[in-house]
């Protein structure tokens, strides 16, 4: 059966448009409302294919980070006036937590905006260390990497968003989920992830016994599953993870993690090798 996440809505028109996402963030809605629960949010330089349109909002799917996977991800409404047309491919991708973008290729011009860990830029002119990605939008070549360049470390990037508030859908603009903390660390190596727990759980590496996890003998980047939940071993013995018991992105001993979970109940079901 498919995913109903994936799954576009009954009668469904083909594709009319594939735009992309012009704000640091776009949040992906349930339903046509600004108060309708997130699924996800899209970053900016994110495609996706406009399918309906119905006053302020657009229906339709997003697409994979990665610009050669050719996977559709969540579908669902998003606010049509933060899509337009991308006339050229983008060239680089932020790097860093939170880039600020400048009104000038100047460090103590203002700061327009800031584009978070993952955001796809297209460069019109370079001009010294600055890239310029907009009229008076300014990026710094350090905060960037080309798009073709694929970072090679998933716990390193992971680690970059310690302490990051938990925010349900999230991908890092403003905070961000278990799974999104995994989908943004991996799609950053090159490494093809889906959006949600569940499906990153029977999609993306191998399984290997929870034994060797109970026994200390977990490797660094092992993905470890729980219902509805999703962390990554930054070493054998400790848990990199986004969760609602501290609100936060977290790197904590994994022992206690795993006992303070058993007792609310929820128990370790699968550990999953890149």
């Not at 809605?29 to 399918?51: C, I, M, N, S, W």
């Not at 949600?196 to 290997?208: C, I, K, L, T």
């Amino acid at each position: 059966m498919a995913d109903h996440r994936t799954r576009l809505k009954p009668g469904t028109a083909p594709r009319q448009v594939r735009l992309r996402v012009n704000q640091p963030f776009l949040a992906l809605k349930a339903e046509p409302k600004l108060r309708a629960a997130q699924l996800t949010e899209l970053v900016y330089g994110q495609a996706f294919d406009v399918h309906e349109v119905q006053g302020r909002w657009a229906y339709g799917r997003v697409r994979a980070l990665l610009p050669h996977i050719r996977r559709g991800d969540y579908v669902g409404w998003i606010e049509k006036s933060g899509l337009d047309a991308q006339t050229e491919p983008a060239s680089f991708v932020v790097n860093v937590l939170s880039a600020p973008v400048f009104r000038k290729a100047d460090l103590k011009s203002h700061i327009v905006m800031s584009l978070p860990l993952g955001a796809k830029i297209t460069v019109i002119a370079e001009r010294d260390a600055y890239l310029q990605i907009g009229a008076g939008a300014y990026i710094h070549r350090n905060h960037v990497r080309p798009i073709e360049v694929f970072e090679t470390d998933p716990i390193a990037v992971a680690r970059r968003y310690l302490g990051q508030p938990y925010v349900w859908g999230g991908n890092g603009a403003r905070g961000v989920d278990c799974s999104g903390l995994v989908q943004m660390a991996l799609t950053a190596c090159g490494i093809d992830c889906p959006r949600d727990a569940s499906q990153q759980e029977n999609g993306v590496g191998e399984s290997v016994p929870l034994a060797s996890v109970h026994a200390g003998q977990g490797q660094p980047g092992d993905l470890l599953f729980w219902p509805g939940h999703v962390g990554i071993l930054a070493t054998s013995r400790r848990l990199l993870h986004a969760n609602a018991y501290h609100m936060a992105v977290v790197e904590e001993p994994l022992g206690p993690a795993l006992k303070r979970m058993e007792k609310a109940g929820v128990t370790l079901r699968q550990v999953r090798r890149l």
